[in-house]
T-cell receptor, first 112, second 111 residues
């Protein structure tokens, strides 16, 4: 199977600071990536996506960076808020196939 | 739109029992899938469907059956429950090769 991993299992940040969550993927043929947020007891929620022909994409308070050279993906959250506390994980799709492969997740805790 | 709905929210089974986890979506998405989520592991694909009447196996299909008779519904059947199937199950749908929308999950415990 595919290897989609996260560098850190937990991350604590002060409210108002920026957060950076990292993800490594193994397949150079992956062409589409998604970041999800999962709150306790809920299903994953789409945050932002990026295609392999891009290296950066911005949303509201979030930015995804893609470095295909080192197969690395990161999610940056600006001005982190208590409501951002959740597990974040990345997913990759290989060559427009039907399957996504998911990382194990990083637990983000925002300290008020 | 209700999005992706799943029932039940919680279920406890005894080893050997069978049951069906229900999933429905009202977004007219062609693609639907079932995942399981276990501690310390990423979501793993069980089965998926690219349209009514078409299903295929994912990464961990053993012990599960699916069918897709309508665009809206994609039930997951456990034929003979085993403790190893204790997990949280998520149904998801998407249109084309885009983001997936997930349901709220079913927490299953097999004793």
């Amino acid at each position: 199977g595919e290897s989609v991993g996260l560098h850190l299992p937990t991350l604590s940040v002060q409210e108002g600071d920026n957060s950076i969550i990292n993800c490594a993927y193994s397949n150079s043929a992956s062409d589409y990536f998604i970041w999800y947020k999962q709150e306790s007891g809920k299903g994953p929620q789409f945050i932002i996506d990026i295609r392999s022909n891009m290296d950066k994409r911005q949303g509201q308070r979030v930015t995804v960076l893609l470095n295909k050279t080192v197969k690395h993906l990161s999610l940056q959250i600006a001005a982190t808020q208590p409501g951002d506390s959740a597990v974040y994980f990345c997913a990759e799709r290989v060559n427009t196939g039907n399957q996504f492969y998911f990382g194990t997740g990083t637990s983000l805790t925002v300290i008020p | 739109n209700a999005g992706v709905t799943q029932t039940p929210k919680f279920q406890v089974l005894k080893t050997g029992q069978s049951m069906t986890l229900q999933c429905a979506q009202d977004m007219n998405h062609e693609y639907m899938s079932w995942y399981r989520q276990d501690p310390g592991m990423g979501l793993r694909l069980i089965h998926y469907s690219v349209g009514a009447g078409i299903t295929d196996q994912g990464e961990v299909p053993n012990g599960y059956n699916v069918s897709r008779s309508t665009t809206e519904d994609f039930p997951l059947r456990l034929l003979s429950a085993a403790p190893s199937q204790t997990s949280v199950y998520f149904c998801a749908s998407r249109k084309g090769y885009n983001e997936q929308f997930f349901g709220p999950g079913t927490r299953l415990t097999v004793l």
